[in-house]
């Protein structure tokens, strides 16, 4: 028993390696080549550079105003984030506290929309808010956060959904008897006791709409280069017969460089609302 639990341990030490290495390869990759020229990632992307220098990232961050356009994907993504948890946290909270035939098939339908690719949505989404309503033209940063907080929200609400129903009513109930109202009681009994589950959806929206390139894309095409993401602003490096790599992969790493640290801070709080649910 002592040798086949040893190499059983042994066996899913080397599995882990593996998916350790072929996990962080990809980001080894991509920081070893950011601080090679065009012609030395050409000639040999695995070897080590020949010199470390940050003239490419310098450069990168003139060209695509790193600074400005940090700020405009910084304020859609907290924006979204901030009224997604809250909207979705008291929708869910309705329809878990006051079940009905009306709340069940809005949770339903809300549900259900997840399963609906945006691609599917796309055209009939730009045709709405840009031709018909010209909300793209006017105003293209808010109409982006508004979509953003259409589209995360279904899956906020089903998480938060399963939560709830796991906090006692007896929490409530005294909060009522000290003489709390409705709003006093979510806000101050039951958002608190949700801080994990919260840290996890924000985590999870802000991985998905700081990297998101295809919304921004068509909402933000035409808004001029002061209104752009990170993820458009690295596409100055690119054109159709050519990519400038020693400045297009520094760009990268100094786009997904934010998201990376904000969820090393909070992977506490994701694995604790993971295990949360897990429990209840």
């Given amino acids: ?28 990759l991509l920081l070893l080549n950011s601080f090679k020229s065009n012609a030395e990632i050409m000639a040999s992307p695995f070897s080590l550079p020949t010199s470390i220098g940050f003239d490419n990232f310098k450069i990168a961050m003139e060209q695509m105003h790193y600074f400005r356009s940090f700020m405009n994907t910084s304020v859609i993504t907290f924006t979204s984030i901030l009224v997604i948890l809250i909207l979705s946290a008291m929708t869910s909270y309705q329809f878990v506290r006051h079940p009905s035939r009306i709340n069940t098939t809005l949770f339903m339908m809300m549900v259900s929309s997840m399963i609906i690719p945006f691609q599917a949505i796309m055209i009939p989404l730009v045709s709405v808010y840009g031709r018909h309503l010209g909300w793209i033209s006017a105003m293209p940063q808010p109409t982006l956060i508004f979509m953003y907080i259409g589209f995360g929200s279904p899956l906020a609400v089903f998480i938060y959904h399963g939560f709830i129903k796991s906090i006692p009513r007896e929490l409530e109930q005294a909060a009522f008897i000290d003489g709390c109202g409705r709003n006093q009681t979510f806000f101050k009994i039951v958002f608190p006791i949700l801080l994990p589950t919260s840290v996890t959806i924000g985590i999870l929206h802000t991985l998905w709409i700081w990297n998101d390139f295809l919304l921004p894309l068509i909402v933000l095409q035409n808004a001029g280069k002061d209104s752009l993401t990170l993820p458009l602003a690295i596409q100055v490096f690119k054109d159709i017969y050519s990519t400038d790599y020693a400045k297009f992969l520094p760009g990268i790493l100094l786009t997904t460089l934010p998201v990376l640290l904000i969820y090393l801070f909070a992977q506490r709080y994701v694995i604790q609302g993971i295990l949360q649910g897990s429990v209840k």
């Fill in 1 to 28: 028993m002592g040798v086949l639990s040893s190499a059983r341990r042994g066996f899913v030490l080397v599995l882990l390696a593996v998916a350790l290495i072929v996990s962080i390869f990809p980001f080894a």
